[in-house]
């Protein structure tokens, strides 16, 4: 079974710009999370969707949002970017009612704001 | 406080060596709990979970978790230099969003 994917795998944007990142989740998953990862804060739950809703939020800024289709893929946008965004941006898929819905996590986009 | 505190090292063993890892939490909630390995400019990769308290072994690796002091353990035996990643410890209640560590970077020596 193919794994996770995510495009692109890195990003250069400056200070005010908008990006989108994309996250395909493996075959059958319906789940997809999204965190952010810094070296000084680990990682940081965005947030959750499952069967295109919005099922759980982390404590970010509106400027982060987040899509699912109906095909489980996901989008992430960021807007009106800021130097502190720059990190790794991983999304996980989950089988929700497996054991643990445990995570799988793809090869993150890493995002550099100039 | 965090939700779940883990030391972030780095930690630095000898091939061959036992090494363990540790995490604290501090949500009574948390029922399955999960260890990941991170390696340099990759994404984690699922290592091992269990349920509720308990030990679980898969080959080099054992997990432990004691929900009364609320503090979960991954064990290395016999370190390889192939296993100097960044280890990430990671729980959930059931049905809700995952809680990490700030991972524990891991340097085995040759």
């Known amino acids: 079974k193919a794994g996770v994917t995510q495009t692109p795998r890195y990003l250069i944007k400056t200070r005010g710009q908008q990006v989108t990142l994309s996250c395909s989740p493996i075959s059958g998953h319906r789940s997809v999370s999204w965190y952010q990862q810094t070296p000084g804060q680990g990682l940081q739950f965005l947030f959750e969707y499952f069967s295109e809703t919005q099922r759980n939020k982390g404590n970010f800024p509106g400027r982060f949002s987040g899509r699912q289709f109906s095909n489980s893929r996901s989008e992430m946008n960021v807007s009106t970017l800021e130097l502190g965004d720059s990190a790794l941006y991983l999304c996980?898929?989950?089988?929700?009612?497996?054991?643990?819905?445990?995570?799988?996590f793809g090869p993150g986009t890493r995002l550099t704001v100039l | 406080q965090k939700e779940v505190e883990q030391d972030p090292g780095p930690l630095s063993v000898p091939e061959g060596a036992i090494v363990s890892l540790n995490c604290t939490y501090s949500?009574?909630?948390?029922?399955?709990f999960m260890w990941y390995r991170q390696y340099s400019r990759k994404g984690p990769e699922l290592l091992m979970y269990t349920y509720s308290s308990g030990n679980k072994e898969d080959g080099r690796f054992t997990a432990q978790v004691d929900k009364s002091s609320k503090y979960i353990s991954l064990f290395i035996r016999d370190s390889q230099p192939s296993d100097s990643a960044t280890y990430l410890c990671a729980m959930t209640p059931p049905g809700n969003q995952f809680y990490f560590g700030t991972g524990t970077s891991l340097t085995v020596i040759p």
């Open positions: 996980a898929s989950s089988l929700p009612g497996s054991v643990g819905d445990t995570q799988y």
């Open positions: 949500n009574s909630a948390f029922q399955y």
